[in-house]
């Protein structure tokens, strides 16, 4: 069965420490995206791909980084982790093109950090 | 830019009673609408969605939306509520020339006994 997953569900981490949130999608989706939410909040979009060796800054600005070097495959790392950086991060991703299909996003379960 | 609002921050509902959950979105051509649900500590689960044609749309688990173009509206409705309906829902825009979706800051759905 098709379908986008991330790992870990939930991370406890210290402060400074350097963190790799995974996302892998089974769909053959060339775009995918990543958005920070906080609890009971909108979603904003931190980063996105269009495909192999592309990446996009999303209107939330972010500490975080984000690769591309696998069509499935779009890790988001945060180099030194802070307590501001305490979130729950989502991962998406669509197909490619400009018709309504290319906008339709399915969801991982996202993974819940906590930096202390 | 297009843009979305969703006027209603929570909304309670009995079990069994009906539901509307409000979106209006702001954008000049026809835009892609869809509806997002997300329970507590889940990533968002497509409901439905509308590019073109019917004006009401049918969605998995018993919901429909309905596109206004005179009202820029795109209500998400169901008959009958149940009470594992209490989630989180988001309204979404997107269209032809922008590369992402613009969410709606969302509803909470309370279903009361």
């Known amino acids: 069965e098709a379908d986008i997953y991330q790992t870990p569900r939930y991370l406890v981490i210290g402060t400074g420490k350097k963190i790799t949130l995974e996302c892998s999608q089974t769909?053959?989706?060339?775009?995918m995206y990543w958005y920070q939410q906080d609890p009971g909040m909108e979603l904003h979009l931190i980063h996105y791909s269009y495909g192999v060796n592309s990446t996009e800054k999303g209107d939330l600005s972010s500490e975080s980084t984000v690769s591309r070097i696998r069509t499935e495959h779009f890790p988001l790392t945060l180099e030194s982790a802070r307590p501001s950086h305490t979130s729950q991060y989502l991962c998406a991703s669509s197909e490619l093109g400009t018709g309504g299909l290319a906008h339709t996003q399915y969801f991982g379960p996202g993974t819940r950090l906590t930096v202390l | 830019a297009q843009s979305v609002t969703q006027p209603d921050i929570h909304i309670t509902v009995s079990e069994g009673a009906s539901l509307e959950l409000r979106c209006n979105y702001s954008?000049?051509?026809?835009?892609?609408l869809f509806w997002y649900v997300q329970s507590p500590g889940q990533g968002l689960q497509l409901l439905l969605k509308?590019?073109?044609?019917?004006?009401l749309v049918q969605g998995i688990k018993g919901f429909e939306a309905e596109f206004k173009r005179s009202q820029s509206s795109f209500n998400l409705r169901k008959p009958s509520v149940h009470w594992s309906d209490a989630a989180e829902y988001f309204c979404?825009?997107?269209?032809?020339?922008?590369?992402?979706?613009?969410f709606g800051k969302g509803t909470m759905l309370l279903v009361s006994p």
């Open positions: 954008y000049g051509a026809t835009p892609y």
């Open positions: 769909m053959g989706h060339d775009k």
């Open positions: 509308y590019f073109s044609g019917d004006t």
């Open positions: 979404a825009v997107g269209a032809a020339g922008y590369s992402t979706l613009t």
